[in-house]
């Protein structure tokens, strides 16, 4: 099962515009989210996180907005840029468990047009 | 120098087979990972060494041996792979905190990927 969840595998919006990622989790138990930004051929790159104890973070273009009672959260980048097109994930972790077990989502492939 | 480099790059085998992934992280961390990511499915956690002790192990297939000699060098060391096992393998490393949250973010290596004929 599982648990964190990007339900669109790809999205388009024009250069200049709001992008919107989206991820749903399913276990009350998770306390800290991240996204991660991967291009072809790399790893994933760390984003923007966000604690529990929060509902929003915001870093530059990119904010991060969590919804504890509808476990959701969300990805905004405005302005969107060519440059970020890639793929983005999701993850969340548990309260304090060894070794910083993270739960990742599928991916949402985002495509910015010039 | 990247921060968490990985080798090879790209590396084909057969069913039979013994070979080594290395991974070398040069950003002082005290925690690396072993992921795996097939395709169309979620990064999976494959193993964890924290303080170069293995402290987190997903049932993984015993075909895949994990070895921390230091806290800046992993391997993962392969044999009798099936062809099921083909995916890109990646590396990372963060350092544990001892303050929420307890963990920095995630680094990651570019990964290997593997194909298994």
């Known amino acids: 099962d599982q648990q964190v969840k990007q339900n669109s595998p790809s999205l388009s919006v024009q250069e200049g515009r709001i992008s919107i990622l989206n991820c749903d989790y399913t276990?009350?138990?998770?306390?800290?989210f991240l996204w991660y930004k991967k291009y072809p051929a790399e790893g994933p790159t760390f984003l923007i996180s966000?604690?529990?104890?929060?509902d929003k973070n915001e870093d530059g273009r990119f904010t991060v907005f969590l919804n504890k009672s509808a476990k959701h959260l969300s990805l905004h980048i405005v302005p969107s840029q060519p440059g970020d097109s890639a793929v983005y994930f999701c993850?969340?972790?548990?309260?304090?468990?060894?070794?910083?077990?993270?739960?990742f989502g599928g991916g949402t492939r985002v495509l910015v047009k010039p | 120098e990247t921060g968490v480099t990985q080798t090879p790059r790209h590396l084909v085998m057969g069913m039979t087979n013994k070979k080594s992934l290395k991974c070398e992280q040069h950003?002082?961390?005290?925690?690396m990972y072993w992921y795996k990511q097939s395709a169309k499915k979620p990064l999976e956690l494959m193993f964890v060494?924290?303080?170069?002790?293995?402290?987190e192990n997903n049932s993984v297939p015993s075909r895949f041996s994990p070895e921390c000699p230091n806290s800046s060098h992993l391997f993962l060391h392969l044999h009798t792979l099936q062809p099921e096992d083909s995916a890109l393998y990646l590396c990372?490393?963060?350092?544990?905190?001892?303050?929420?949250?307890?963990?920095?973010?995630?680094?990651f290596g570019n990964g290997t990927r593997l194909t298994v004929t």
């Open positions: 990372a490393s963060s350092q544990e905190l001892a303050v929420e949250p307890y963990n920095s973010p995630l680094h």
């Open positions: 276990n009350s138990m998770f306390d800290y």
């Open positions: 966000i604690s529990s104890i929060k």
């Open positions: 993850a969340a972790s548990k309260p304090r468990a060894a070794g910083n077990k993270l739960t």
């Open positions: 950003l002082g961390h005290n925690a």
């Open positions: 060494y924290s303080l170069e002790e293995r402290v």
